[in-house]
């Protein structure tokens, strides 16, 4: 009877693991509906503003247009320093969602290296932070509470420290990496060179440009424009990252009640096959007992 009641409590830790994935699963359902929201509608205002950036960028080198000089469009062949800006979770039970960033953060540190080239790391969440402490790897900067509650005013804090740095000359390149939504099932990592500025992969975008580069006295209106160009990648970055966590979160949950509700039956099979070897074994004790008394 022990083995019965040691496959019972299991069978009732197991039903109760089941239940705590099943709420956390509807939680995180209800969570992401507003976060894939809130980044849709983010989505379409950071691709324009990178495409208009883009398009300034390949008229300035290609094409020499507007008499405009500026450190965010100059493509070095040689570079010294790399800062790296990379958005995990708070939480985790989200799967392979934060190991995906933390993994691309550590192959573009080993490529660097391997050039020479000094990596300077800005974690944003708590679980890339713990990570690289834990392996020792020095953050320049660590925010954590972020990544869970965008805020506008934190991702310009973030973004305006590594352009600080960028355009006082002591790094020659700002990189951003986040695991982005894609889907309800799935996530999509991605890395975006933030500066320098690099020209369209495709010509076409150029050419149906309408966009016009005059020469001016100052930069004031594209000073403007990169400005809000580096703090709203940042803020769709944790925006992003958010949903993205979210569905992540969902799907780990559901796979994990899946699980739990599989390891059930497999421990109910157990225990109804346990209890009739114990039924069957009273049964012939009880007649080895009956045919001895005869």
Do not use: W
């Not at 083995?3 to 939680?27: D, F, P, Q």
């Amino acid at each position: 009877m022990a083995n019965l009641k040691e496959i019972k409590r299991k069978i009732k830790s197991v039903e109760n693991t089941k239940k705590t994935t099943r709420a956390m699963k509807l939680v995180s359902t209800a969570k992401l509906r507003r976060a894939e929201m809130a980044a849709r509608k983010s989505r379409v205002y950071a691709q324009k503003i990178n495409e208009v950036l883009s398009d300034i960028a390949q008229k300035i080198n290609q094409y020499k247009i507007g008499g405009i000089d500026s450190r965010y469009f100059d493509l070095k062949d040689t570079i010294d320093k790399v800062d790296i800006v990379f958005v995990t979770a708070d939480k985790g039970l989200c799967g392979g969602f934060n190991i995906q960033t933390i993994k691309q953060v550590q192959l573009l540190m080993k490529e660097y290296k391997d050039k020479k080239i000094k990596v300077r790391l800005r974690a944003v969440g708590r679980k890339g932070v713990d990570f690289f402490r834990f392996q020792g790897v020095e953050l320049l900067t660590s925010y954590v509470g972020v990544s869970s509650s965008p805020d506008y005013e934190k991702a310009q804090e973030i973004i305006n420290e590594a352009i600080a740095d960028f355009e006082n000359g002591v790094t020659d390149k700002v990189i951003l990496i986040h695991n982005g939504y894609k889907n309800m099932i799935s996530q999509e990592l991605k890395v975006v060179d933030i500066v320098p500025i690099e020209e369209p992969k495709s010509t076409d975008s150029v050419s149906l440009s309408l966009m016009e580069l005059e020469p001016a006295e100052d930069e004031t209106i594209l000073n403007s424009l990169m400005k809000k160009y580096f703090e709203y990648n940042m803020y769709y970055a944790l925006i992003d990252s958010l949903a993205a966590e979210h569905s992540a979160r969902m799907q780990a949950m559901e796979n994990a009640t899946n699980n739990a509700s599989d390891r059930v039956h497999k421990l109910t099979l157990a225990y109804n096959k346990a209890r009739q070897e114990s039924i069957t074994t009273e049964l012939i004790e009880i007649i080895s007992g009956v045919e001895s008394m005869k």
